[in-house]
């Protein structure tokens, strides 16, 4: 952890001086703790809170293991209800009511976090809290928000201002602050009363979502979005809306509705729901957030330090060091398992387009690996994406290449290289389709023996693989020649060899002639029915002899 961040609340005219003197202070063993799991909470009027607050309920004691990161500045005689704590933009608090603004009251927040701290035991939850009321979608995003407040109303340029009138740069900030000390989940979202629900407000409340995740580097593979339905009971506004946000699945990777079914207004207005709805509302926010999200525990994770979360961070694992997948090189000849690559991480063992493993099997990184109807495969593959393996070249020699692979286009491809060089030639899947894999030849390559570098290298989408095998190619009389074929001369002893150069046996003879024919009766009796065979004299001269043996022509 850095040494400024912990000495903040301490000596800040130290940690000033030392930002003076241009030294750099930053964290290097530190990592965020994998149990304090935080959300972000976003939207109008519904989400900054309009539900009742009763202060011996919501805001006499510190809930449960539930922190807030204060989005504003404000002091407890500001804020509703009766707290007594103040707040400072940037710090955690216990999540106590209003956390969006001073005169807000009870959202859906309070009691989602809540809910997901009694369903969790052993996590803590902590909320980043940025909403406005009345406020369009165009709030929230980055290239729009600057216009659309330059002609607002003047009570929501008020609000703004808690958010320095930028909400979006806001969330940012403070979520790069609280990934420093836990991991986020995900989002709840209640906007849409200001705004129609179609098409162009689903796409606009897709890019607010998929611009935080790219300015926090975020994956949205693991970063669930949870939507709330509009008030539908007695005297609405907006019930109609609902069959548009509930379209919103169709934008989103990981995506579930908190539906507002039998929950009631507030009485007073179309809008809003009153606390009992706040409440419900809010878990089952909890109840859908909890089909989304990795509820993993880490039992060697401390416990979140709920006064300073810095200081409950865990030790950063030392890094992967580059090599091969499992300590020993894959052997050549042999088949190479595709998601077997080297270790070392991104940029070493690896370079992949996409974020997280999409796959969601076998190895915690950004390769895509799946399992079909057969082993883990590496699938999702792109144009320039690599993998490296070190293997282990058994001896000099030809090999003939080949691949298990599957796509639909038939054009998904890839090509090897063994230590920066070429080899083979490019394999590309049959066009199947990603369920039937193929084996495709890669044509020859000739390896030198000893430890070498792998490279595959995908030359064009789609293309699932499973492995690579290589065989020595066989040589058939190559193996033997050296060999002279002369007249018999007398031997003691002589092996017995296939058309493939393979020894399959010794006998003893006096000359040539009886060596062949105890060859085609051992052949027949003890080996194989027939085929083609070679007598070799054993003898140690230059002149060693060989004679061909016909059991019978296959």
């Given at each position: 952890m850095g040494v400024c961040r912990n000495l903040y609340n301490v000596v800040p005219a130290f940690c000033l001086a030392l930002g003076m003197l241009g030294v750099a202070v930053q964290d290097v063993d530190a990592?965020?703790?994998?149990?304090?799991?935080?959300?972000?909470?976003?939207?109008?009027?519904?989400?900054?809170?309009?539900?009742?607050i009763v202060p011996a309920e919501d805001q006499a004691t510190d809930p449960k293991n539930f922190l807030m990161l204060a989005s504003h500045?404000?002091?407890?005689?500001?804020?509703?209800?009766?707290?007594?704590?103040?707040?400072?933009?940037?710090?955690?608090?216990?999540?106590?009511?209003?956390?969006?603004?001073?005169?807000?009251?009870?959202?859906?927040?309070?009691?989602?976090?809540?809910?997901?701290?009694?369903?969790?035991?052993?996590?803590?939850v902590g909320i980043i809290p940025v909403a406005i009321g009345a406020v369009a979608i165009k709030a929230f995003d980055k290239d729009q928000y600057q216009a659309y407040f330059n002609s607002a109303e003047s009570y929501i340029k008020n609000w703004a201002r808690d958010y320095d009138s930028n909400p979006y740069q806001r969330i940012v900030d403070l979520g790069k602050k609280a990934k420093e000390v836990g991991v986020i989940k995900g989002f709840i979202f209640h906007q849409g009363e200001t705004d129609g629900s179609g098409t162009e407000w689903q796409n606009a409340v897709y890019k607010t979502y998929?611009?935080?995740?790219?300015?926090?580097?975020?994956d949205e593979n693991e970063v669930a979005f949870v939507a709330g339905e509009m008030l539908q009971e007695g005297n609405n506004c907006c019930s109609s809306k609902n069959g548009g946000i509930a379209q919103l699945k169709n934008k989103f990777k990981k995506f579930g509705l908190a539906s507002s079914k039998g929950l009631q207004g507030n009485g007073k207005d179309p809008y809003h729901f009153g606390r009992a709805g706040v409440i419900e509302l809010g878990k089952r926010y909890c109840s859908e957030m909890l089909k989304l999200i990795d509820k993993t525990i880490d039992p060697d994770a401390p416990a979140v330090n709920l006064v300073d979360p810095t200081q409950s961070t865990v030790p950063d694992e030392p890094p992967e060091e580059y090599g091969p997948y499992g300590d020993a090189p894959a052997t050549i000849p042999g088949t190479i398992e595709a998601e077997n690559y080297n270790k070392g991480g991104a940029d070493k063992g690896y370079y992949d387009l996409s974020k997280g493993n999409e796959g969601g099997k076998f190895r915690k990184n950004d390769v895509d690996l799946y399992q079909p109807n057969m082993g883990i495969v590496v699938g999702h593959c792109q144009k320039g994406e690599w993998l490296k393996y070190t293997v282990s070249v058994a001896a000099d020699g030809e090999y003939e290449i080949s691949a298990l692979v599957a796509g639909e286009n038939g054009t998904g491809s890839f090509k090897l290289y063994m230590d920066s060089v070429e080899i083979g030639t490019e394999i590309a899947n049959d066009g199947s389709g990603f369920e039937t894999f193929s084996v495709v030849s890669g044509g020859k390559a000739t390896l030198k023996a000893g430890e070498h570098e792998l490279k595959l290298e995908i030359t064009n989408d789609w293309i699932d693989i499973d492995y690579v095998e290589f065989k020595a190619v066989s040589s058939g009389t190559d193996n033997l020649v050296t060999l002279r074929m002369e007249n018999p001369v007398k031997e003691s002893s002589f092996a017995i060899v296939d058309m493939q150069g393979r020894k399959l046996g010794v006998i003893q003879a006096t000359?040539?002639?009886?060596?062949?024919?105890?060859?085609?009766?051992?052949?027949?009796?003890?080996m194989v029915s027939g085929g083609v065979y070679f007598v070799v004299s054993n003898t140690k001269s230059k002149h060693r002899t060989m004679q061909k043996v016909v059991i019978y022509e296959k």
């Open positions: 990592a965020p703790n994998p149990n304090f799991h935080i959300y972000i909470a976003y939207g109008q009027s519904n989400m900054a809170g309009n539900g009742e500045s404000a002091n407890a005689r500001q804020r509703s209800g009766s707290t007594t704590q103040s707040i400072e933009t940037g710090k955690w608090y216990p999540a106590i009511p209003p956390m969006f603004h001073p005169t807000e009251n009870l959202s859906p927040a309070d009691y989602f976090g809540r809910a997901m701290v009694d369903s969790l035991p052993g996590v803590t998929k611009d935080f995740i790219t300015a926090l580097d975020l000359n040539m002639a009886e060596a062949v024919e105890k060859t085609k009766k051992n052949v027949t009796q003890n």
